[in-house]
């Protein structure tokens, strides 16, 4: 299908399978050109009342302009659902959970509601009553937070979006919850509460605790009584390690959110969305856009700079295309609407960071670096601000605006409550065909998955311009940074280019950090980023980060340690005709180790060997005749293939574990149920012994695409394929 659009393959393909109107059988009813002239149409639609149809013209032309030429997008639900029946445009939702069973599943209902429609949903359960508080109207028990919270998981896990985006969540609770530490540890176990993201909200009155070595007050929510005290240390302790160990919980800031909450007298924001950058009140929502600021660079003399002027009419009309998404969008539920449209908050962020920083041949991890993230955000808030004022001369500030910190301070009326948010752009990054938000890039060669399971290696555009400038191209370095992903470990590559075009794990997390709270100082929601840390971290660096998150005035922060999750991607039904899984090449060299197993036959030898990105086959031998020798070859053949395919290894030790055979159970010598149960109990040792292979490898992943298989990037609480578009909030 073509686009008639500067799009690259990648993109239309990602167009094609995850956004275009489709007929009832789910075939495309338009192209991406027409997907774009939809969302323009629909969204300036929104100015008729205000500048008549020759300027809603106008702003469609405008609209689709930025849009097709990659130069802003908004957030996924407004390209999905812009111009169709549905009509829901906003990506980010939070709902209040009140303490009774009655406002629990209102809340479970209304989740239900907004993952039809293609939003996100982030929650406090801090007024839940702790787990053991006595229920007085039915003399009962309460079974606390972190149990209710397995319900919305499961209601979650039942909508699926209708199959157009997955749902996601975050769960936050306060920090002086009484049920705190069950909370920090609930997703200690891989399988559980696997749709949330969830955060620690940690007080000032916690953070002071911390530093002066003290304890802190737990509160009873429901009577508003102190229910004891924890050592500040020890539960800091706690979060720390579960995040290194798991990648959750995450820390949100929450005094700070609140210090910059700009409708106070409206009631405490509680919660985040999904990814953390979107602090809002109950039933409140926000749409967000990001600018594609890598093509914001001009050439002025052989020096290359940002292109201010053109940077400054792109945010202003940008901020123009999102307050009309508030106008336009249909909401799930009528508190949502009368909230949203009394705030009008809007997110306007960036994206094609990395990108911008290259071209401009600054280092990701330097004082440069830092100095331009400030400057570009000082003029997109700038500028923002003076767009929103603009639009309420026009059109009239936000209904809540008198109520406001900003009509206290003196500010000139302002259409929008916020204006500026960081937010993860994995989907429509690919579609702009640039750098994820303000990440640094993910690896410089990426795989792509194309038909029948076959792989080609992209390189980032500006890498293979400087490679083939310096000759480099000929000498087989692409070989080399092909197969690694990254340049760190790749001969004959300059040492500049190799700072220049450092990926996530070879910036040092520090830097991760400050470049958060570079962008953060002038941006009025909060930054979604992942600090990326190696495998070899310790608890302790986690909590030097946290510190320093704290230090650096962030609103909160997600950290994770490579190779700290195991594989949790499933692969859904069967293969498509003439495609499907393709199991990784099996590498000329492996590694493993081998244990002897007594089975009712005598001895099982199970072999486990690893490559570089993990576990990759089972081998099994018997060392006497008899026994069931085919069959167990078949058993490691079927195991080994679904290895390398990335299939959960959990998954399929669990489907191992525990199968009896009878000549083992009625053996006094067996050690073990069968010989499938030896080999699940045996990849299982090998784990706990040898850690899973690959966790030092910069370009090998713990997760795979379970549509493509190709490897997917971490962003912001979200993983992303940069194949096929495929998206997942969560771990």
């Known amino acids: 299908m073509g686009s008639g659009l500067d799009l690259s393959d990648n993109a239309i393909k990602v167009i094609e399978r995850r956004y275009l109107a489709r007929d009832p059988e789910g075939h495309p009813v338009e192209t991406p050109l027409e997907m774009f002239e939809r ?41 999905m659902n812009a111009g169709r029946p549905l009509g829901q445009l906003s990506a980010c939702f939070v709902l209040p959970v009140e303490d009774s069973m009655e406002g629990i599943f209102e809340a479970v209902k209304n989740m239900a509601l907004i993952h039809k429609s293609g939003g996100g949903t982030g929650f406090s359960f801090s007024r839940l009553r702790p787990r053991n508080d006595v229920v007085m109207s039915t003399k009962g028990i309460a079974s606390g937070p972190v149990s209710f919270m397995t319900v919305f998981d499961a209601a979650t896990e039942t909508v699926k979006q209708g199959g157009t985006r997955r749902g996601a969540n975050m769960g936050v609770l306060r920090v002086d919850h009484p049920d705190i530490l069950r909370f920090i540890h609930s997703k200690e176990q891989f399988d559980h509460l696997n749709n949330f993201n969830i955060s620690v909200a940690l007080t000032r009155e916690f953070m002071r605790a911390l530093e002066e070595g003290d304890s802190y007050d737990l509160v009873n929510p429901h009577v508003g009584t102190v229910a004891g005290r924890l050592d500040a240390r020890e539960v800091f302790d706690d979060i720390a390690l579960m995040a290194w160990k798991t990648g959750d919980p995450g820390v949100i800031f929450l005094d700070r959110m609140n210090e910059h909450n700009p409708t106070p007298s409206l009631g405490e924001i509680e919660s985040t969305n999904p990814c953390g950058e979107q602090p809002l009140l109950p039933y409140e929502s926000c749409n967000l856009g990001s600018v594609n600021v890598g093509l914001m660079v001009v050439d002025g003399g052989g020096v290359p700079s940002i292109d201010y002027p053109r940077l400054e ?51 990701y991890d330097s004082e440069e ?57 994995g989907s429509i990054s690919i579609i702009a065909g640039c750098s994820s938000g303000i990440e640094p890039l993910f690896a410089v060669a990426y795989e792509r998955r194309v038909l029948d399971g076959e792989s080609l290696v992209e390189f980032h555009p500006e890498f293979l311009r400087i490679a083939k400038d310096r000759g480099l191209a000929d000498d087989g370095v692409l070989d080399g940074v092909a197969a690694e992903g990254c340049l760190g470990r790749v001969e004959g590559v300059p040492g500049d280019l190799k700072r220049l075009f450092a990926s996530a794990l070879e910036v040092a997390p520090e830097w991760h950090v400050r470049m958060q709270a570079a962008f953060q100082q002038h941006t009025d929601n909060a930054v979604s980023k992942t600090v990326n840390l190696p495998a070899e971290a310790t608890v302790e660096d986690v909590e030097a980060l946290y510190a320093l998150a704290y230090e ?46 007594k089975i009712g036959c005598g001895n099982l030898y199970v072999t486990v060997n690893s490559d570089d990105e993990g576990i990759c086959e089972v081998f099994t031998s018997l060392g006497r005749a008899g026994g069931c020798p085919s069959q ?15 299939i959960d290894i959990d998954e399929i030790t669990e489907q191992l574990k525990g199968i009896r055979c009878m000549s083992s159970i009625r053996s006094k010598q067996a050690e073990v149920l069968s010989c499938p149960d030896a080999i699940g109990k045996a990849i299982e040792k090998y784990l706990e012994s040898f850690g899973q292979p690959g966790g030092d490898d910069l370009q090998a992943t713990d997760h795979r695409c379970p549509e493509c298989g190709a490897r997917m990037e971490l962003e912001g609480g979200c993983r992303v394929c940069r194949s096929c578009g495929f998206s997942r909030c969560g771990p």
Do not use: W
């Open 632 to 646: 167990s070859e078949a058993t490691s053949r079927l195991i080994s293939l679904g290895l390398r395919s990335g």
């Open 369 to 425: 670096a830092l100095s331009t993230a400030r400057e570009l955000m000082f003029l997109i808030a700038g500028v923002a601000r003076e767009a929103s004022a603009a639009l309420a001369v026009e059109r009239g500030p936000f209904p809540n605006f008198e109520r406001s910190t900003y009509a206290r301070e003196g500010s000139p009326p302002l259409r929008n409550a916020t204006t500026t948010t960081i937010a993860p752009t």
């Open 313 to 363: 009419i792109l945010v202003r009309e940008a901020i123009h295309f999102l307050d009309n998404v508030i106008d336009a969008s249909v909401y799930p539920l009528t508190e949502i609407a009368e909230v949203t449209r009394a705030n009008r908050k809007i997110g306007l962020g960036v994206m094609g960071f990395a990108d911008l920083l290259i071209r401009l041949g600054i280092p």
């Open 39 to 79: 969302v323009a149409a629909a969204v300036s639609a929104s100015d008729v009342p205000f500048r008549g149809r020759e300027g809603a013209e106008r702003s469609r032309s405008e609209f689709l302009e930025m849009m097709t030429s990659r130069a802003f997008l908004p957030n996924s639900p407004t390209l």
């Open 552 to 597: 650096l005035c962030c609103k909160g922060i997600t950290i994770y340690r490579y190779g700290s999750r195991p594989a949790q991607v499933l692969y859904q039904g069967a293969p498509s005709v003439g495609g499907g899984l393709r199991p990784r090449e099996r590498q000329k060299v492996t590694k493993g180790s081998t244990e002897k197993v």
